[in-house]
């Protein structure tokens, strides 16, 4: 390498598991994107992630211990999200490793808290999808509140900390970008530059979900398929549409079921399979809807709903199944985001059935590479469904359309060339001189400015939510629920 070997801070979210990284959950897939790439540059990392499992710290001090893929090596440690945020031996350790670069990754909380843990060390903020869009969308299935309100000023809280500090970014999609510069035009962040193309501020590098790599894996066997449609209660001869991962509040259960059950009516063949469900403490009620409309088809036992499974047999139906199904509502979320299981889908050749409204559908679509159908269209779903079940061939060619897609667009070697340069050449970018407030007193600033009533209104009265956004957002100290995790 050119440039001398970094030592790195890596915050982020686990568990990071053996094996590529088809078998890992998307935010932590998203750490080894950054992760990978940065130990294959010569760099050195200690990592931090937060982990569900993960064993809550006595008041020793903690000792990360040695991990490694293949000749990679690193030094890591699982923590609980309390600890990660307030341990008092963290900013210790973290001052011990004496980071040149901080990178948060993948959540929100992980962002926040490197630019918190970073010192005088250039920090990169990875957006994982827009925390607004994700925190908006689930809010939608909630009950008017005090949770809907407690998370969303968290998120305008976590992320205007970040904005604030971060010197660069990275987002899923170029139209994040785009929302990720008005987000940074409201803190302040963009420079002005009449000479320039675009605003000046902060770089923000798009990097969609991407794999390690595409290994060729066997198909199951026969008697792999005969076990597993066994023990998911399917016949020998059934084909399966599959649904893999989490219902989250962007997911649109009423076109999926709608749109299978006019298939099953012309296929009694068909069966769905769907691997995940709920996000436990998170977000129950897209898995409720799909439930009560698989409970009320005519159709219901062709459905079947394994649950969350282990990665290996998760990854298997991703192999079995002859047609893959991702159904957006749309919302922001959609608009802004990305969708890691579309690549895991294509991965293993798996044609896929997607509706349109997301970047990645987009490309993939225009590239010949997925089958695309317009939102909120369960007729349009079945009959892209359909088409494929009776066009083997063609089938066929669209899940290596879309493999070899991924193998092109969607690669962590293809994706990472301006994170590893910023690594190699960061500097401290241009900040707002410190303000004293708390993060929480820029947004009742903006908040009391826009609400000023004026001439026009003749002084009408400032709106009732406003009202309890000011006067929550001055409380104190006010409670901190914990943070809404990324389900992409």
């Not at 605003?199 to 923000?204: F, L, M, T, V």
């Not at 061939?393 to 493999?403: K, P, T, V």
């Not at 193998?407 to 070697?413: D, K, S, T």
Request: proline share 11%; glycine share 6%.
């Amino acid at each position: 390498m050119t440039h001398p070997p970094r030592r790195l801070l890596l915050l982020g979210a686990g568990p990071v598991p053996d094996g590529g990284s088809l078998h890992a959950p998307g935010v932590a897939n998203r750490l080894l994107h950054f992760l990978l790439p940065a130990l294959k540059a010569g760099h050195e990392a200690l990592v931090l992630t937060i982990e569900p499992d993960a064993t809550a710290l006595d008041r020793d001090e903690p000792r990360p211990e040695e991990r490694s893929r293949g000749a990679l090596r690193w030094r890591h440690l699982a923590l609980t999200v309390e600890d990660l945020k307030s341990h008092p031996a963290i900013p210790s350790l973290v001052a011990a490793w004496a980071p040149e670069r901080v990178v948060g990754v993948g959540t929100l909380q992980a962002a926040a808290r490197a630019c918190a843990l970073a010192a005088d060390a250039p920090v990169w903020a990875d957006f994982f999808g827009d925390p607004l869009a994700e925190i908006h969308a689930r809010n939608e299935f909630l009950p008017p509140g005090p949770e809907r309100l407690d998370s969303t000023l968290l998120v305008w809280e976590l992320m205007l900390r970040t904005l604030l500090r971060a010197d660069a970014f990275s987002v899923v999609s170029r139209r994040q970008r785009d929302a990720l510069l008005g987000q940074l035009a409201l803190a302040g962040r963009l420079a002005a530059a009449p000479e320039a193309r675009h605003p000046a501020g902060p770089p923000i590098e798009p990097m969609p979900c991407c794999l390690e790599s595409l290994d060729d894996r066997p198909p199951p066997s026969a008697d792999e398929r005969a076990r597993a449609f066994a023990s998911a209660g399917l016949p020998p001869a059934a084909r399966v549409a599959l649904w893999s991962g989490g219902f989250n509040a962007w997911a649109d259960p009423a076109t999926l079921v709608a749109g299978i059950e006019r298939a099953m009516a012309r296929r009694p063949d068909l069966h769905l399979v769907a691997t995940g469900g709920a996000l436990p403490g998170y977000l129950a009620r897209p898995f409720e809807l799909f439930r009560e409309r698989v409970d009320a088809s005519p159709h219901r036992d062709r459905f079947h709903a394994l649950g969350w499974l282990p990665l290996a047999e998760a990854n298997r139906w991703l192999a079995l199944a002859d047609v893959a199904l991702l159904a957006d509502r749309p919302c922001a979320e959609t608009h802004l985001g990305a969708r890691n299981r579309l690549l895991y889908h294509a991965a293993v050749g798996c044609p896929v059935v997607a509706s349109t409204g997301s970047e990645v559908v987009a490309e993939m679509a225009a590239a010949g590479a997925l089958a695309p159908f317009p939102s909120a269209n369960p007729d349009a779903l079945a009959g892209e469904v359909l088409r494929l079940l009776e066009n083997d061939a063609e089938r066929r060619r669209l899940g290596e359309a879309g493999r070899q897609f991924c193998r092109r667009q969607y690669l962590f070697e293809h994706t990472c060339a301006g994170f590893l340069d910023w690594v190699a050449r960061a500097s401290p970018a241009a900040r707002p001189a410190p303000d004293p407030s708390d993060p929480r007193q820029w947004i009742a600033r903006y908040l009391t400015a826009w609400a000023q009533p004026g001439e026009a209104d003749g002084g009408a009265r400032r709106p009732r939510l406003l009202g309890r956004l000011l006067a929550r957002l001055r409380a104190p100290n006010p409670r901190s629920p914990a943070e809404p995790p990324s389900h992409p």
